[in-house]
């Protein structure tokens, strides 16, 4: 069922702040407008549409994302806008080292600072692994161009995103040495972000040559840094804080990452990568710690199907809401 479908079924008065709807394998996605509502009217609004659309044959799940301070029927972010258009603020997401779920982390914050009223936009900077097609769900998708810039592909939650994966074959290997994938990063960000108030790049793993062109080329206004517990990644988290110090970009705080795993079957939970590692790494080097993601099951089946946790409800969405909120009053400050 498409989104007309979808929306069909619905009363006059919900339908009319559905921005998107969708369907696949059975659950359906929608992204609902909740401006003027409080709490009590979103939780209203999201019950009388999992109680309409969940009674759909074939629908069995209903996924429902409340996005604040946009209009129905408005333009999403990312529409062509004149040069004169003030650029976004970049913040880089980087890590030392790869596996360590730095761009499952990047599509949900991106999640969760649109559903906090942030014009946000994707760029994924992993030139030989890029990931963000899948979290946001374009793959296949390709950007247009107007001019010498590219526009960016709109994702079914609304937030425009730029990706290698959306300018080469699926499953095509990119051989590239560091002056082509300057050149391809500076495609992506050099793009037509109309409205986007916050980009986050989407970093390779490393210290490497797309670092180097983003610090020299782009300067960020501040990089967040994500890692697992144990020492081994914290020894290469460390290494991408330098490289932010040395280009002098502030780095906004650390995430620790798979911290935690609780059994579906018993609920006990354990700890298998440690747990704290990165807190302590960040109190001793006085770097901000902004939160720590529990290792879920749940997170990773809905980063590969195209359906961030962030855009749903419950302790998962709620950790990486707090890693947005924490990113958010840091942009406050800097405005400040």
């Known amino acids: ?16 702040r559905v ?10 996605t929608l992204v609902v407008g909740a401006d003027g509502l409080d709490a009590a009217g979103r939780q209203g609004l999201e019950a009388a ?14 996924r429902v994302a409340m996005m604040a301070d946009r209009a129905p029927g408005a333009e999403p972010a990312g529409s062509p806008a004149p040069e004169a258009a003030k650029k976004p603020i970049i913040i880089a997401v980087g890590s030392g080292k790869g596996g360590v779920g ?68 699926p ?23 109309g409205d986007v108030e916050v980009l986050l790049v989407d970093l390779p793993p490393g210290t490497g040559d797309v670092q180097l062109t983003m610090l020299q080329r782009y300067k960020p206004a501040g990089a967040v ?6 020492d081994l990644a914290l020894i290469d988290a460390q290494r991408a ?9 502030p780095i906004i705080g650390l995430v620790e990452n798979m911290a935690g795993y609780t059994c579906p079957h018993c609920g006990e939970t354990s700890d298998p990568f440690g747990r704290g590692g990165v807190e302590a790494a960040a109190e001793a080097t006085g770097i901000p ?20 946790t962030a855009a749903g409800e419950g302790p998962q969405a709620d950790a990486f809401a707090t890693i947005a909120a924490r990113l958010s009053d840091w942009l406050d400050g800097r405005a400040d």
């Open 171 to 193: 499953g095509k290997a990119i051989a590239w040495r560091g002056p082509m994938a300057g050149n391809a990063l500076g495609q992506l960000i050099d793009a037509r972000w």
């Open 19 to 28: 921005q998107s709807a969708r369907m696949k394998d059975g659950v359906a």
């Open 225 to 230: 840094i994500v890692s697992t517990p144990q």
């Open 241 to 249: 804080a330098n490289l932010f110090e040395s280009g002098k970009v």
């Open 49 to 62: 549409i999992k109680d309409v659309i969940g009674g759909i044959e074939g629908v069995s799940e209903v």
């Open 102 to 169: 730095k761009s499952t982390l990047t599509g949900n914050l991106a999640v969760a600072l649109m559903r906090a009223g942030r014009k946000v936009g994707v760029v994924d900077a992993d030139i030989y692994g890029p990931s963000q097609p899948t979290i946001l769900a374009t793959k296949g998708e390709r950007p247009q161009a107007e001019g010498d810039k590219l526009v960016p592909v709109a994702s079914p939650l609304g937030i425009p995103m730029l990706s290698m994966g959306h300018l080469v074959e």
């Open 1 to 16: 069922m498409d989104q007309d479908g979808l929306k069909a079924r619905l009363p006059g008065s919900i339908a009319q």
């Open 289 to 308: 710690f902004m939160g720590r993601i529990p290792l879920a099951l749940e997170i990773r089946q809905q980063a590969d199907a195209g359906t961030p």
